[in-house]
């Protein structure tokens, strides 16, 4: 999906079970779920539900409520506003379907949605002179885009973030709830201050971002890397040389070097040599979050 608006939106249609208390029944149903254009639609029998995107408040992916821990081993939580009252709905996890409720979801509802941004407030650990502007905001299944005034653009790579805090800043005179990003920018440690106009967006693109940056965190982490896969990440990143990579981590040994290229690619921090040499959003991360302990 394109970081501009998309007319057509997220599509899918699947079997399911589902709860939710905004329908008359209080117990998990088996139905419908169908999410096209401009919400999500739920169907079982005679009980039907249709959940607006202008309504979600937010979106959790594989934690099912602790009532039904029991029945649903994961499921797709949505919390949305009916008739000016807040409602819940848990949908039994699909895992073909898990990318529209991981990322499609969200750019449906966040693409566009205006705010400040004060971009590189800090680099290397020392403070900038700089102001907050104003921006639309639009994600990608890799980064974050902000457009400024004009076509100019400003935009963070997930696999370039290296910390992430919620709480208060002050910008262009007012205190305003910010997403505070601590991130890579030509391999100096950079914090940017992000703050959407509106209170729902902002939680919703909180979450986004807390759920994509552990997501890559705990796929490192259950990889298993070795240490001479992360010098080869490391390597790449800092030169953009295959060549010189492979001299400095194998003395020119192309055998070894390609062996762990493809111990690499099989922990999913290298793209495809038939793809292009490259690191990927994961292998970024790994690469980022060890440069930046000698970077701040």
Not at 57 to 76: I, M, N, Q, Y
Not at 97 to 120: H, M, R, S
Not at 125 to 152: M, N
Not at 187 to 197: A, E, K, V
Request: aromatic content about 8%.
């Amino acid at each position: 999906m394109s970081v501009v608006d998309d007319s057509t939106g997220p599509t899918a249609s699947f079997q399911t079970r589902f709860y939710s208390n905004a329908i008359r029944r209080s117990d998990i149903q088996n139905g419908v779920c169908e999410i096209d254009g401009d919400g999500i639609s739920l169907r079982a029998g005679s009980q039907a539900l249709d959940i607006e995107f202008a309504a979600v408040t937010d979106l959790t992916v594989g934690t099912p409520s602790e009532r039904f821990t029991d029945e649903l081993e994961k499921a797709f939580g949505i919390k949305f506003t009916a008739a000016e009252t807040a409602r819940v709905c848990f949908i039994e996890y699909d895992p073909e379907v898990a990318d529209v409720f991981e990322y499609e979801l969200f750019a449906a509802i966040i693409n566009g949605a205006a705010g400040l941004v004060e971009f590189g407030a800090q680099k290397g650990g020392q403070q900038r002179d700089t102001a907050a502007k104003r921006v639309e905001v639009a994600i990608d299944p890799e980064r974050v885009v902000f457009k400024l005034d004009g076509s100019a653009t400003k935009s963070i790579a997930l696999g370039d973030i290296v910390n992430i805090q919620f709480g208060k800043r002050t910008l262009r005179g007012s205190k305003r709830d910010v997403i505070k990003v601590d991130h890579m920018e030509f391999q100096t440690r950079t914090t940017s201050y992000l703050s959407l106009h509106e209170d729902r967006l902002q939680h919703l693109f909180n979450r986004y971002l807390r759920s994509e940056y552990a997501e890559l965190q705990a796929e490192i982490e259950e990889a298993d890397v070795s240490e001479a896969e992360t010098q080869l990440v490391i390597g790449y990143y800092s030169t953009q040389d295959l060549k010189q990579t492979m001299h400095s981590l194998t003395d020119g040994n192309t055998s070894e070097f390609e062996s762990i290229y493809e111990q690499a690619l099989e922990h999913g921090l290298v793209t495809h040599p038939d793809d292009g040499v490259g690191l990927t959003q994961k292998g970024k991360m790994l690469a980022n979050t060890e440069l930046a302990v000698v970077n701040t």
